[in-house]
């Protein structure tokens, strides 16, 4: 669902509209031109009146529960859309033309662009620096430090502080977090394809939500969704230097020490503990409670209660084996 605090839907459009200037096959029936398409959705949550894309085999089972009207997909991908009753739109580009497309569907909302002003609870400090934009909202005794850019829509929640020079858009922001200098909430996550015309960014159009008591350290990243949302647990606590990319969600009470990079799509159990400059591949499920050790590189999925690390990283035990057996290897040689 499009969060319309941050975002502004320029639809509806007709799919023939959306689909001009695209090198897409034709469509399998007379008429399907004129479907009205209201705005993009994840493939899985897709309703009526909603386009998304298909582009690989691993993910159709988002099918199973779609109702999207249209879908971009591939062509060996475009029988599977028939038992859902979904339009086919062949391209060999499924992601960069769903891309272009939202583009023309969604509008992010930019500061200084609407005539709501935003709301501070009389208890909220904001330093004569900040930049607060339209329909924001500041809660009971907040705090937004020096030089601070607050997006249109963004909530900070009570008692929450904002340190300094930190740019907060597309988020919600829960009660009593603390978020160091130069940490930035809700950016655009990294995401490039190409087709026919070349490369194209990939819109960002989902939010960042936060949770209570999280703490955010210095010039860390929390990107916003792509379609849906990031979101960030009660009582995390993340070190300075870390990036946390699209889609991806941590659990409550998860600890993330610095530098740790997790790529887009991750999804991080409940009191994760993970050391410094960890790596995550996208797409991984780490369990409750699991352990990483500091310089790990993840591949795999980690079981709940687990002690992973290494790169690639494997059962800590498993690891330590491994460590041995390349020592006595060595001593062998010598």
Not at 32 to 40: F, H, N
Not at 153 to 172: F, K, P, T
Request: aromatic share 4%; net charge negative.
């Amino acid at each position: 669902m499009i969060d319309s605090r941050f975002y502004d839907r320029t639809g509806p459009f007709s799919l023939g509209d959306l689909l001009d200037g695209l090198d897409v096959g034709p469509l399998p029936g007379d008429g399907y031109m004129d479907e009205e398409i209201r705005m993009p959705a994840d493939l899985a949550t897709a309703q009526a009146g909603e386009i998304s894309f298909l582009s690989h085999r691993k993910f159709k089972s988002a099918l199973e529960t779609s109702s999207a009207t249209a879908c971009f997909v591939t062509e060996k991908l475009a029988t599977d859309l028939a038992s859902r009753h979904i339009i086919p739109i062949i391209s060999k580009y499924p992601r960069a033309h769903f891309a272009r497309i939202v583009q023309k569907l969604v509008k992010k909302r930019e500061l200084g662009t609407s005539e709501a002003a935003y709301q501070a609870a009389p208890t909220a400090r904001i330093h004569n620096s900040a930049v607060i934009g339209d329909g924001a909202v500041i809660e009971d005794k907040a705090y937004i430090g020096p030089h601070c850019i607050i997006g249109p829509g963004v909530r900070i929640g009570a008692g929450s502080v904002l340190e300094g020079h930190n740019m907060i858009e597309c988020a919600d922001i829960g009660a009593d977090c603390q978020i160091k200098s130069g940490a930035q909430i809700g950016g655009e996550g990294f995401g490039m394809d190409g087709d026919e015309k070349g490369i194209v960014n990939l819109p960002h159009v989902g939010c960042a939500i936060v949770g209570d008591r999280v703490r955010i350290g210095s010039h860390s990243c929390v990107d916003r969704g792509f379609l849906g949302d990031t979101t960030i647990g009660d009582d995390v606590k993340i070190d300075n230097l870390v990036q946390i990319a699209h889609n991806c969600s941590i659990g409550a009470g998860t600890m993330i020490a610095g530098r740790v990079g997790i790529s887009g799509s991750c999804k991080i159990g409940k009191n994760v503990r993970m050391g410094g400059a960890v790596g995550l591949a996208d797409h991984l499920e780490i369990g409750d409670n699991a352990q990483i050790a500091a310089s790990s590189g993840l591949m795999k999925d980690v079981p709940a209660g687990e002690y992973w690390g290494g790169t690639p990283a494997t059962p800590i035990r498993e690891q330590m084996k491994i460590i041995a057996a390349t020592r006595k290897l060595i001593e062998k040689k010598s």
